[in-house]
């Protein structure tokens, strides 16, 4: 079998401790499973700026142009908020230079988690699928300009047909193979971005998609019915900043944003992807040792059974996750006492 290849941009704050995590169950998943693989490493983020100047160097560049799977920890933190290219830009270089529009966040709460829930249901399991390469991240005109002897900052939100349209399939798909109704969150009733992007959708599903029910939410409704009624969120596709909000709601949902990991691609199953967790660098509790590192450790999980096509080890590291969580073996964001290590050791034993 071929060597799989892998590239890991561990980042910022506690983004190389959730990193090392899931390199270690990367590391028994392989002896376990009988497969080799390399690893290749680079500087993205503050630690790249640091090192560098620059938030995405070309030597990163030139490596993600050689991979076709890259794990991502987190970028950013205090000390370079005042930066004129602050390590986020980095991170929305990176995904613009992949390709990489379709972002998948699943969530579900866990079983064992259910009093965590702010809803103490019997369990869920939904998916926001963002678009992750336009929008109002990337639109131009954006920048400052003085008016009036006073600053203005300006952004420029669009979206053309053909970008909503490749998005919209990725989530149709998804609807179609669950069989559930497919949720598209806009702000058509004041943007004309949603307007065109609310029409796309409804077309594109009266001509290829018929079979899959279509429903349409504006975002502020949408935020309140997620909180009451997450079931009704199976799948559910959104603009890239609306998709960035929701989906740390989603987190609080389920309980802990550590939990929540995500996956941004282009394809079909054996193609590219950029694979991170959906939190963030989490100043307030780097280099303690306790992050939460199932969103980076199930990130990889769908790195293998994706990129990898190895739906099999996907499912081993999921199983064991998941193990690990019912038998209330937990770090501190989730009530229990367990270093970052040591629930990673808990979840490599499990992994037999
Ligand atoms: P954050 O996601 O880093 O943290 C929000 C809260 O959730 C914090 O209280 C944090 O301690 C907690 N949290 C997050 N991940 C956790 C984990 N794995 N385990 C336990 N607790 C966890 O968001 P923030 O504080 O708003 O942002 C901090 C920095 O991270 C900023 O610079 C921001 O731009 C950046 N950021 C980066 C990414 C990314 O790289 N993908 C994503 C979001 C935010
Ligand atoms: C995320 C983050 C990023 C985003 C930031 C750090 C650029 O919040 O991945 O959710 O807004 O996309
Ligand atoms: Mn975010």
Redesign the pocket.
């Known amino acids: 079998m071929e060597t799989r290849r892998l590239l890991v941009l561990p980042?910022?704050?506690?983004?190389p401790?959730?990193i090392g995590a899931a390199l270690a169950v990367l590391e028994a998943v392989s002896h376990r499973r009988g497969f080799a693989y390399t690893i290749d490493e680079g500087l993205l983020?503050?630690a790249a700026i640091d090192a560098t100047g620059d938030p995405y160097p070309p030597e990163t560049r030139r490596k993600v142009e050689q991979h076709q799977a890259v794990l991502?920890?987190?970028?950013?933190?205090?000390k370079?908020?005042d930066r004129p290219r602050?390590?986020?830009a980095g991170?929305l270089e990176l995904r613009q230079h992949m390709g990489v529009y379709a972002n998948l966040r699943p969530f579900e709460v866990w079983p064992g988690l259910e009093h965590l829930s702010p809803l103490r249901t019997q369990g869920f399991r939904g998916l926001i699928v963002r678009e992750l390469t336009g929008g109002i991240y990337f639109g131009t005109p954006r920048g400052r300009r003085e008016v009036d002897g006073e600053w203005e900052g300006f952004d420029t939100m669009r979206y053309r047909q053909s970008e909503i349209r490749r998005l919209a399939r990725v989530g149709f798909e998804w609807a179609r193979r669950q069989n559930t109704p497919l949720v598209s969150i806009d702000k058509a009733n004041v943007l004309e971005t949603s307007r065109v992007w609310r029409e796309t959708v409804t077309a594109l599903g009266r001509e290829e998609y018929p079979d899959v029910p279509l429903v349409h939410r504006y975002v502020d409704a949408a935020a309140m019915e997620m909180v009451l009624h997450p079931e009704r969120y199976a799948v559910a596709i959104t603009e890239n900043l609306f998709g960035?909000i929701l989906s740390?709601l989603a987190?609080g949902l389920v309980g802990?944003?550590?939990?929540l990991a995500?996956l941004s691609v282009s394809g079909e199953v054996g193609s590219r992807g950029l694979y991170?967790?959906?939190?963030?660098?989490?100043?307030?509790?780097?280099g303690k040792g306790?992050?939460?590192?199932?969103?980076?450790i199930l990130s990889l999980a769908w790195l293998m059974g994706w990129t990898w096509a190895d739906a099999e080890s996907q499912a081993l590291v999921t199983q064991a996750v998941a193990e690990t969580i019912r038998a209330g073996e937990l770090?501190?964001?989730?009530g229990g006492s367990l270093s970052?290590e040591a629930f990673t050791r808990r979840v490599i034993e499990r992994l037999g």
Not at 290 to 296: E, K, Q, R, S, W
């Open positions: 980042g910022d704050g506690i983004g401790e959730v983020g503050g991502l920890g987190a970028v950013g933190g205090p370079w908020d602050r390590p986020e991170l960035d740390d987190g802990s944003l550590g939990l995500s991170e967790p959906v939190h963030g660098s989490a100043p307030d509790i780097a306790i992050a939460n590192p199932v969103g980076a770090t501190p964001d989730l970052t």
